[in-house]
């Protein structure tokens, strides 16, 4: 019964999209200057389309020439750097999309949700795509987290690019339901084979992150106890998030399965960052790779940089923005230590003259090896 309730909701939704279209163009035939914009129109769409089906292939065979021309530093670098494109020419074809059926006026209030639902979720498969081409690279001599074998990474970047897109349904689904206001029942049904299918995607995900720890022990001892908390994490929750659906709990399964998939979006970025960063100071400075990777400047810059990530975590997982400028507040003022307040602004000045003498005694040694 609820199945069915559901599915005519569906059809009745697809009624009015196509009843707004039908009464708007009727409207709009009236006007001497609807049929001059219909070709540029036209060619906007072709343009849009094609920037968001082929940008991103096309950016990855550049990348692909791009790392095999440079340094081993310089893949990571430049490699990053061009791979942003794949990003980049999606977002610009959906603005061509946009502005192509905004300048007609042919869609109404329902027809606009779902436009703005394609909008994020051709970002979401956009970004989930890249960011799993980063982490889990088609070549194997590309530097990534996880020791996993080549058809294992092809595994990776296949769950990683359904995943986008069972993300991108969700989001989509919400964008409508923001307009039409559905009843939790019909939301829970039409949820509920998005939410299955997510959990097992994330439960592939969070196998592969375990399955990836090193076999080195004493060098990545701490990676792969970091690696195995968020592989079991993402485990679990991956297999409560369909149960508490299966029995209608719409928003608590919501509440775990879109968090956790951004929540592995955003720990991918920032490990791929920590990565060009280390790269892009190596080069600057004229180290080797190893002498990079074994720099403190480098881990410093990630560590500000994760910390800078974690509010936008916090609102993934439920935190309100008002919550977060009070601890914001409580952070400026510093806290108190015996009769001491220690604020954000000595901190930073500990580290500023930390940095400081740091470069004078290199500097000195160097007049002294040579002098």
């Not at 060619?43 to 089906?53: K, Q, S």
């Not at 990003?87 to 436009?115: D, E, K, R, V, Y």
């Not at 968090?259 to 892009?280: D, K, M």
């Amino acid at each position: 019964a609820t199945w069915r309730a559901a599915l005519t909701r569906v059809q009745e939704t697809s009624g009015e999209v196509r009843q707004e279209i039908t009464t708007n163009i009727a409207r709009l035939r009236s006007q001497e200057q609807f049929g001059d914009r219909i070709p540029v129109v036209v060619l906007l769409l072709i343009a849009g389309v094609f920037l968001v089906v082929q940008g991103p292939r096309a950016i990855e065979r550049l990348v692909d020439r791009v790392e095999r021309g440079s340094s081993e530093q310089g893949q990571i670098v430049y490699g990053f750097l061009v791979s942003l494109g794949a990003i980049l020419l999606p977002l610009i074809g959906i603005s061509l999309i946009n502005f192509a059926l905004i300048s007609t006026g042919i869609l109404g209030p329902i027809g606009q949700a779902i436009a703005v639902g394609l909008n994020i979720g051709i970002i979401v498969v956009a970004a989930s795509r890249w960011l799993g081409g980063r982490i889990f690279p088609e070549r194997g001599d590309a530097l990534t987290p996880m020791s996993l074998s080549d058809a294992d990474r092809a595994r990776g970047r296949r769950v990683s690019r359904l995943a986008g897109w069972f993300l991108a349904a969700l989001l989509f689904l919400r964008s409508i339901d923001d307009v039409e206001g559905y009843s939790g029942l019909f939301i829970s049904v039409v949820a509920f084979p998005i939410f299955v299918v997510l959990g097992g995607l994330l439960f592939m995900l969070g196998r592969l992150v375990r399955k990836g720890q090193s076999s080195d022990d004493d060098a990545h001892g701490y990676s792969n106890y970091l690696m195995g908390i968020v592989g079991r994490a993402v485990q679990t929750i991956a297999v409560v998030g369909p149960l508490v659906a299966a029995v209608g709990y719409y928003n608590f399964a919501r509440g775990l399965l879109i968090p956790l998939t951004q929540t592995l979006a955003v720990i991918a970025f920032l490990v791929t960052l920590h990565y060009v960063i280390r790269a892009a100071y190596g080069l600057v400075r004229g180290l080797t790779s190893e002498d990079s990777e074994n720099a403190l400047v480098p881990v410093l810059i990630s560590f500000m940089i994760t910390g800078a990530t974690l509010p936008l975590v916090a609102l993934f997982w439920g935190a309100r923005q008002t919550d977060l400028a009070e601890l914001w507040t409580r952070f400026l003022a510093g806290v108190q230590v015996g009769e001491s307040t220690i604020t954000p602004s000595a901190f930073l000045t500990v580290i500023l003259v930390f940095l400081i003498g740091m470069m004078l005694t290199r500097l000195i040694q160097g007049v002294l090896r040579k002098s």
